[in-house]
Nanobody, 111 residues
Framework: DVQVTESGGGLLQPGGSLLLSCFASGFTFSDSYMTWFRQAPGKGLEWVSGLNLRGTAFYGDSVKGRFTTSRDNAKNTLYLQLTNLKPEDTAMYYC?????RGQGTQVTVSS
């Protein structure tokens, strides 16, 4: 089956850091443009970042300079490093391959 599985979420205080992972299976991960989205409570889906096949990353304005996405093709895994977290970063985070998403991983930032 083609699927992606997100993990690594948690409860953090403002200013904290977290590493999210997304394990991909059932497709050629190294040939795939991958994306991170998030959805805050009561809000729509927000694009967070994209990572192309050459490893070039793109970020939304709200996370630029604080989040970093990377990939390990040997492990079929996409990462999202979150730093300097803010309460407004609280959301369910999803990785995405052309519309295929997993169940997501919850990140909650609260003091």
């Amino acid at each position: 089956d083609v699927q992606v599985t997100e993990s690594g979420g948690g409860l953090l205080q403002p200013g904290g850091s977290l590493l999210l992972s997304c394990f991909a299976s059932g497709f050629t991960f190294s040939d795939s443009y991958m994306t991170w989205f998030r959805q805050a409570p009561g809000k729509g889906l927000e694009w967070v970042s994209g990572l192309n096949l050459r490893g070039t990353a793109f970020y939304g304005d709200s996370v630029k300079g604080r989040f970093t996405t990377s990939r390990d093709n040997a492990k079929n895994t996409l990462y999202l490093q979150l730093t300097n977290l803010k309460p407004e970063d609280t959301a369910m985070y999803y990785c995405d391959k052309a519309g295929l998403r997993g169940q997501g991983t919850q990140v909650t930032v609260s003091s």
